[in-house]
C-alpha cells in the first residue's frame, strides 16, 4: 500500500526566516506529485506538480519554489517567509498511468507565520 | 478553463437529516468526478471518483449523482450523523488531464446538529 508523509506537522516561524517542508512517498514508483496551499476559509490552492525527478512545474508564483530531488520525494521552501504564506499546506500524489487525476493527499503542515 | 461552482458554502442539519451540497462545472468534456472530505484540522480523504458515464453511485451513507446535461454534481448525505460534520470539496476533471488539471469547488462547511 501507498504512504504519504508530510514533515513537519506544524511550524510556526518568523516572517522573513526560511522554510522547508517534505514530502515522501512510499509504495509507488514514480509518483506525479502535487503541493497545495489552502489558506484560512477552506479553498485549495494548487502550488506545484512534478511528472518526473527533477522536474517541477509552478502553477501559482507565491514566493515559494519546489524541488524533486528523488523520485519519491518533494520539497517546498521559500528564503523569507511572508505573513501571507500562513495557512495548511498539503502534498498530494497520483498515478502516473491510469488515474494520473485522482489525488490522495498527505497529512498536511500547518504553517504559522508571525 | 473548467470553472467549479460549489454550494452551499456552509450546511448546517440535524442528525438523521438529509444533506445535499451541488457543484455546477463548466467544460462539457469533463469527465471524472471527485468527492473530498476534510475533517476538523485534518486532510483531505477521497469520498468516491465518478464517471461521466455513470450517473448515480452509492458509497456508504451518501449518493453522489451526476447530471452531464445541466453539467451538475451533487453530494446527498442520507442519515447525516456527527461524524458527517466536516468540509467537503467536489473536483473536477477532463478526460485525458492529469490532477494538474484537476479544479476544486471552493468547499462547504457541513455541521451535523444533535
Known amino acids: 500500500a501507498q504512504t504519504i508523509h508530510q514533515w513537519p506537522v506544524a511550524e510556526i516561524k518568523a516572517v522573513g526566516s526560511p522554510l522547508s517542508l517534505g514530502c515522501t512517498i512510499k509504495?509507488?514508483?514514480?509518483?506525479?506529485l502535487y503541493w497545495y496551499w489552502q489558506a484560512t476559509g477552506g479553498t485549495l490552492q494548487q502550488l506545484f506538480y512534478?511528472?518526473?525527478?527533477?522536474?517541477v512545474e509552478s502553477v501559482v508564483q507565491l514566493n515559494l519554489s519546489a524541488s524533486r530531488p528523488k523520485d519519491d520525494q518533494f520539497i517546498l521552501s521559500t528564503e523569507k517567509l511572508l505573513l501571507s504564506h500562513s495557512g495548511f499546506y498539503l502534498c498530494?500524489?497520483?498515478?502516473?498511468?491510469?488515474?494520473?487525476?485522482?489525488?490522495?493527499f498527505g497529512a498536511g503542515t500547518r504553517l504559522s507565520v508571525l | 478553463g473548467e470553472q467549479v461552482e460549489q454550494r452551499p458554502p456552509h450546511l448546517s442539519v440535524r442528525e438523521g437529516d438529509s444533506a445535499v451540497i451541488t457543484c455546477t462545472y463548466t467544460?462539457?468534456?469533463?469527465?471524472?468526478f471527485f468527492w473530498y472530505k476534510q475533517e476538523p484540522g485534518a486532510s483531505l480523504q477521497l469520498l468516491m471518483k465518478v464517471f461521466s458515464s455513470t450517473e448515480i453511485n452509492e458509497g456508504q451513507g451518501f449518493t453522489v449523482l451526476l447530471n452531464k446535461k445541466d453539467k451538475r454534481l451533487s453530494l446527498n448525505l442520507t442519515a447525516a450523523h456527527p461524524g458527517d460534520s466536516a468540509a467537503y470539496f467536489c473536483?473536477?476533471?477532463?478526460?485525458?488531464?492529469?490532477?494538474?488539471?484537476?479544479?476544486f469547488g471552493k468547499g462547504t462547511q457541513l455541521i451535523i446538529q444533535p
Open positions: 473536483a473536477v476533471s477532463g478526460g485525458t488531464g492529469g490532477a494538474d488539471r484537476l479544479t
Open positions: 512534478s511528472i518526473t525527478v527533477g522536474q
Open positions: 467544460d462539457p468534456n469533463s469527465y471524472y
Open positions: 509504495g509507488k514508483s514514480s509518483p506525479n
Open positions: 498530494a500524489w497520483s498515478p502516473h498511468w491510469g488515474s494520473q487525476n485522482t489525488l490522495y
